[in-house]
Structure formats: C-alpha cells, structure tokens
C-alpha cells in the first residue's frame, strides 16, 4: 500500500511539473494568429439564453404554424498558442424549444465545430488545416463554413465536415506558391435524402504575387470531383470540373480594402454531360468611422445541387454586413443575404423526378436580421433581434418567416 501510494504522489508530481511547463510554454508562446476578444485569455465561454416567437416554424406556404420558443445558446473558443504551432478551437450548440409545436420532437438542435491547426516549419515554409463540422438535428438554417454569411436551408438531420489543408511557401519575398485540398462530406439520416449523400474533394495550387504592401495578385487552379453513394444511372450524378481564376486583393486605405476573383470552370457529368460556366467573387470592407464596419460582397458560381431531379446549379449570392457602436455599451448590426440559383442538368431515367427538356426552374431566398447588443458589465449583455426569411423554391415552395427574440448572455 505504502508503495502505491508513492507511485501515485510521483504520477501526481510529474503531472504537476508537465501542466506547469505547458502553462509556461502558452505564456511565453509567439505564434497566435487567431486571438480571442480578450488577447490575454487561452479560452472563453459564453452562453446565451433568449425567449421570442416564431410565425412560421415549419417554413410552410400555407397552413403556416407559429410558437413561442426559447433558445439555449453556450459558446465554447479555445487557443493553444506555442513557439511554432497553433492550435484552436470554436465550438456552438444551439438548442431550440417550440412550445406549440405539434408532431414529432418540439426542439431542433445545431451542433457546429471549428478546429483550426497552423505550424511554421520555418519562416518560409507553413501548414494550415482547418477542419468544420456541422450536426443539424431537425434544422431550419445552417450556417455552414465559418465567418461566411450565405445561410442555407437543409430538410432533414444531417451531418456535415469540410477539411482543409494548406502547405503555403514563400519562394521569394514576393511570390508565395500555396497546395491545398478540401475534403466535404454530406450524410443525411432520412433514407428519403439519403440519394444526396458525397463526398466532394477539390485539390488546387495557387500563386500569388505581392504587387507592393497594399496590393496582391493572384492565379488559381482547382479540381473538383463529386462521388455520389448513389450516382444514379449511367453514373450521371457524380461529376469532374477544373476551375481557373485570377484574384487581386487591395487595401486602399486603412480604412478601406476590397478583393476580387474573376474566372471560369467546366463540368463533366458521369454520363458523359458537360457544361461550363463563369466564376466571380468580390468584396469590399469600409470602416466609416472607428466605430462602425460595413462590409458587401458578391459571388457568382456553380455548385453541387441539393435540389431533388437536377445535378448542378448557378447561383448568385449577394451579402451586406453593417456593425455601428451606437455608444460605448450598446452596438446595432445588420445582416442581408440574398441568393439566386438556377438548377441545370436534370436527371434522366426510370427514377428521375424532373424529365428531360423540362425548363429549368429557379430559387430565391431572402434573409434579413437588424438587432443589437447592450453590455451590462464586461460579462453581461442583453440581445435583441428581428430575422425575415423569404424563400421561393421549385415546385411552388414559396414562404415567409418572421421570428424575434431577445436574451441575455452571460460572458467569462
């Protein structure tokens, strides 16, 4: 007995001596390039709770049912700096409860998971990977890659992860050469929904030219391909496209920067099928006063669709950001997203949905939210918020949805 307990005083010892030496190590760390609200802090966690009212819960176009709901919403970012890697991670759950729901579950849950990994080899030479997860239970928006603004709807429990590499090297001090790769995996549970489950890899090289300190040039080049579990006859779902593009990103002045990407790709179906079609992406950040951002954009792609009888889609998305410091404690914010598509390439066969030579149909959807925060102390805050969704779909699935609520949220 005598010896175990010494065995275990030693454990107890040695991990005492290895958590201070890590605790030493994040506080004498230099490579952080993702920092916290607080630069000081390695970790934070808020959670939020909110009451509103939902008049369209089930995103109908007739017999629309609407509730009472409450929202639990915690957060969880972590940073793990050291002298040459970095290592964070940001976690969101949201829970949300109907009251006068009717059928099935009266909650939806959203998990959402962000792991963001860099080393530096050596001042020339750096990978990045970052890694995002999504768990939608019951969903009705998703956001789906960080930090973007284009929402979109999903029907149906689904899992969601995009993992992203980056091997960057600066040749010179001006030219910096990048491979990366992406691996997007979607599953739905539904076995309704389950046709539209892939895997989606899109390997690529870039080269960017550093014009002077304002001004970057860049040339691009990616391949895409798309491996349905169930690619349909004559294997015409699964999909090969390239995709080359130039990018130019400037920053005007402190206060003003702006990006634009402009180019073009082609796909070839399984079958054999090809199209082609433009790419453009840019926007452009204000800072109109040291208080106040503004930020607009605007893409114009072809994607992978999720809309049931068509295999691709172009869309034009379109998004405005607005953040204003009314006073020191209370901040107003404005979000827009509009989003445009046009479903191509029907299905054909004995189990397609849409026959061949149908004329392609469109989707619109709309959302707004105009709301603001009010700081109580450094780890208290009110919320309040108004969100209007209009969507028009294929097949007549047009809808509005109007929800409000407000809460507090609790910061550490």
């Not at 050291?82 to 829970?95: A, C, K, P, S």
């Not at 890659?145 to 090297?169: D, M, S």
């Not at 992406?281 to 951002?293: D, E, I, Q, V």
Request: charged share 15%; aromatic share 14%.
């Amino acid at each position: 007995m005598k010896s175990l307990n010494r065995i275990s005083q030693r454990c107890l010892r040695w991990s005492l001596v290895i958590l201070g030496l890590w605790i030493s190590n994040l506080a004498q760390a230099v490579y952080e390039p993702s920092q916290l609200s607080d630069p000081s802090r390695r970790w934070s966690l808020d959670v939020g709770i909110s009451a509103g009212y939902d008049d369209n819960i089930y995103s109908q176009s007739a017999n629309e049912q609407s509730s009472s709901t409450t929202t639990l919403n915690p957060r969880l970012s972590v940073n793990i700096p050291l002298d040459q890697t970095f290592i964070g991670l940001r976690y969101n759950y949201d829970w949300i409860y109907y009251w006068e729901r009717t059928g099935g579950d009266k909650y939806d849950q959203n998990h959402s998971a962000d792991l963001i990994f860099s080393h530096r080899f050596n001042p020339r030479l750096q990978l990045d990977l970052t890694d995002n997860f999504r768990r939608g239970i019951s969903p009705a928006l998703t956001d789906i890659i960080a930090n973007v603004p284009y929402i979109r709807q999903e029907q149906g429990n689904y899992f969601f992860n995009n993992l992203t590499p980056t091997l960057t090297f600066n040749l010179t001090r001006v030219w910096t050469l990048s491979l990366y790769t992406s691996w997007e995996y979607w599953s739905w549970d539904n076995s309704n929904i389950a046709d539209q489950d892939r895997n989606i890899y899109s390997p690529g090289v870039g080269l960017n030219y550093l014009l002077s300190s304002a001004t970057t040039l860049g040339v691009n080049f990616r391949l895409g391909i798309v491996d349905y579990n169930d690619p349909g006859l004559n294997n015409q779902k699964n999909s090969t496209s390239e995709m080359a593009y130039l990018f130019v990103s400037h920053m005007f002045n402190p206060q003003l920067s702006a990006q634009l990407s402009a180019g073009g790709s082609t796909t070839e179906m399984g079958d054999s099928h090809s199209s082609a079609s433009p790419y453009m992406s840019g926007g452009l950040t204000y800072r109109y006063a040291p208080n106040g951002t503004v930020s607009i954009g605007a893409s114009y792609f072809l994607y992978t669709s999720d809309q049931y009888g068509y295999r691709t889609s172009d869309a034009v998305a379109s998004y405005l950001q607005l953040s204003h410091a009314i006073t020191m404690k209370f901040t107003a914010r404005l979000g827009v997203t509009f989003i445009h598509s046009e479903m191509n390439d029907p299905e054909y066969g004995p189990d397609a949905i849409i026959p061949p030579g149908m004329s392609n149909p469109s989707e619109d959807a709309w959302r707004m939210n105009i709301g603001g925060s009010y700081s109580f102390t450094r780890w208290l805050f009110a919320e309040a918020y108004y969100e209007f969704i209009h969507s028009s779909g294929v097949g007549g699935g047009s809808y509005d949805r109007n929800r409000v609520w407000g809460g507090l949220r609790f910061t550490y």
